[in-house]
Structures are given as C-alpha cells and as structure tokens.
C-alpha cells in the first residue's frame, strides 16, 4: 500500500503570503495519477490539480502544482482569505487507492 | 453543470443492508469512471470503490471486499452501491464522485453533497 504523509499538518499564515503543502509517498507514484483536493467545513471536496501539476477547470493560476516520484508539492502562491480549508492529495494509480491525511491551511 | 446527488443513506444496525443510488447529469454518464469516497465524521477522506465508464473493471478496498458491490445503469445515469455486513466502523459521509477520465486514475472532479450512513444498534 502506497501511505501519502503531508506536511506539515497545520500551516498558519497571512493573506498574500505563499503556502507550500507537501505530500510524500511510500512508494514511487506516477505523476498522472496524483491529485490534490480543497475541502472547507461541511463541504464536499473539490479537485485542485490532478495529475500532479494540471489545473482543474476553473481553479484559479494562484494553485499549482508540481514534484515526482515520492515528492509532490501544492503550492497557493498568494494566499486569500477563502483559501482556508483542508487540503488532501490523493494517489490513484496503485490498489489500494490512498489519501493523505491532509494539511489544514489557516489565514491568519 | 454537473450535478450528482446521492440518496439511500441512514440509519441502520450493525450487519444490515444498503443501498446507496447517485443520479448524474451534466455529463454524459457513460463516458466516465466513478468512484464512491467515504468520510468518517471528523475524520480524512478513504476510497471505497471505483468502476470504469463501461462497467467492466471495478475497485473495492480492501476492508468493502465481499460486502460492497459497486454497480452502474449507463441507460440511467445511475451509479449504486450496494452495503451489506455494515459495521459500525463503516460510519460515514459516502460521496458519489466523478472521475475525470474513462479510468479511475486521475481522481474525481465533481463531488456529490455526501450521503450519511450511520452503523449502530
């Protein structure tokens, strides 16, 4: 089983300020098969990226994404209050397919 | 605009039956793998189950093998899953979501608004 740590757990930071999520794997992933989620309370998740670094439809260019093999960065270049949320990647590519635990983002 | 919306969820004992139903529109249904995701309550997000845009390749987690089954009506636009066996750790906010692709292996980019399945005597 591939297991996707992210990190760090918790980031707290400033409207405008860049955030940088990190998910690491287990096992090599393929990069088509790595894809990053926004989930804000009591909502249902939402598709940032997915394979590694492609924008989903309507996702604003301030999401990025990018990395590799076992290393995999979200990256929220400015920081705007809305971005407060939980964000989870997730590998789909091997069975059993895995989530990481997720990285709650605070504005400050 | 895509819309997925689950139903079947409640309150049932532990090794009872259910069915979850997701009905989808915006898209052609056809065309596209779906998957169903869990959420244990304050807890992150599992992979229940997966099936291709055919229907002829599915994916279970380990923990649902032999007790769900994931099905889908491409003349309905229906996907289901039937539960059977619950147990109380199969708690949870069931998400019908849409994959991007024909395969499962890009992840999902329409979620539904969850559908509650509570495990308890």
């Known amino acids: 089983e591939i297991v996707l740590t992210q990190s760090p757990g918790t980031l707290s930071l400033s409207p405008g300020e860049r955030a940088t999520l990190s998910c690491r794997a287990s096992?090599?992933?393929?990069?088509?098969?790595l894809a990053w989620y926004q989930q804000k309370p009591g909502q249902a998740p939402r598709l940032l990226i997915h394979?590694?670094?492609s924008r989903a439809t309507a996702i604003p260019d301030r999401f990025s994404g990018s990395g590799s093999g076992t290393d995999f960065t979200l990256t929220i270049s400015r920081l705007e209050p809305e971005d407060s949320a939980v964000y989870f990647c997730q590998q789909c590519g091997s069975s059993p397919l895995t989530f990481g635990g997720g990285t709650k983002v605070e504005i400050k | 605009e895509v819309q997925l919306v689950e139903s079947g969820g409640g309150l049932v004992q532990p090794g009872g039956s259910l069915r979850l139903s997701c009905s989808a529109s915006g898209f052609t249904f056809s065309n596209y793998a779906m998957h169903w995701v869990r959420q244990a309550p304050g807890k992150g997000l599992e992979s229940v189950s997966a099936?291709?845009?055919?229907?002829?390749?599915?994916y279970y987690a380990d923990s649902m093998k032999g007790r769900f089954t994931i099905s889908r009506d491409n003349s309905k636009n229906t996907l289901y899953l039937q539960m059977s066996s619950l147990r109380v750790e199969d708690t949870a906010v069931y998400y019908c979501?849409?994959?991007?692709?024909?395969?499962?292996?890009?992840?999902?980019?329409?979620w539904g608004q969850g559908t509650l399945v509570t495990v308890s005597s």
């Open positions: 096992q090599r992933v393929s990069s088509s098969y």
């Open positions: 979501v849409k994959a991007v692709s024909s395969g499962w292996y890009s992840g999902g980019d329409h």
């Open positions: 394979g590694a670094s």
């Open positions: 099936i291709s845009s055919g229907g002829g390749s599915t």
